[in-house]
């Protein structure tokens, strides 16, 4: 029988994770949930919409990486970033990590579409 574990990070990250090795990844999957109440407030119903998937990606900086508001790739689904941040310390190398969003089949849009705003070099 064959195992079902798996090593290391499997999902093509190759579509975000331009000047990070990336050493680990989380994916969350989530829903809004609506909620009815009673006159006591107590709950009596409750029903999930729109499918949320949030990731995130840790690694170590090798270049500029992706900027926040972009639109980029994860296991060939695209996502928004959300966010890129850069740690330094004078006792390691420079850290970092990009998170990104998707919902339902939302049409994504970037920062320089919507607003005209050039992205930051970090």
């Known amino acids: 029988m064959a195992s079902t574990r798996h090593f290391?990070?499997?999902?093509?990250t190759s579509g975000i994770s331009s000047g990070l090795i990336v050493t680990d990844m989380s994916i969350s999957n989530t829903t809004d949930t609506a909620e009815a109440r009673n006159e006591?407030?107590?709950?009596?119903?409750?029903a999930s919409y729109s499918l949320r998937q949030n990731i995130s990606i840790n690694g170590t900086w090798v270049g500029?990486?992706?900027?926040a508001g972009t639109?980029?790739?994860?296991?060939?689904?695209s996502v928004l970033v959300t966010e890129n941040t850069k740690n330094e310390?004078?006792?390691?190398?420079?850290?970092?990590?990009?998170?990104?969003?998707?919902?339902?089949?939302?049409?994504?849009?970037?920062?320089?579409t919507i607003s005209g705003q050039a992205s930051m070099n970090l």
């Open 64 to 67: 500029g990486g992706i900027q």
């Open 40 to 46: 006591k407030g107590a709950v009596i119903d409750m």
């Open 89 to 112: 310390t004078n006792s390691d190398f420079q850290k970092g990590s990009i998170t990104a969003v998707r919902a339902d089949d939302a049409e994504l849009w970037d920062i320089a």
């Open 71 to 77: 639109i980029a790739t994860v296991g060939g689904k």
């Open 8 to 12: 290391g990070v499997l999902t093509d």
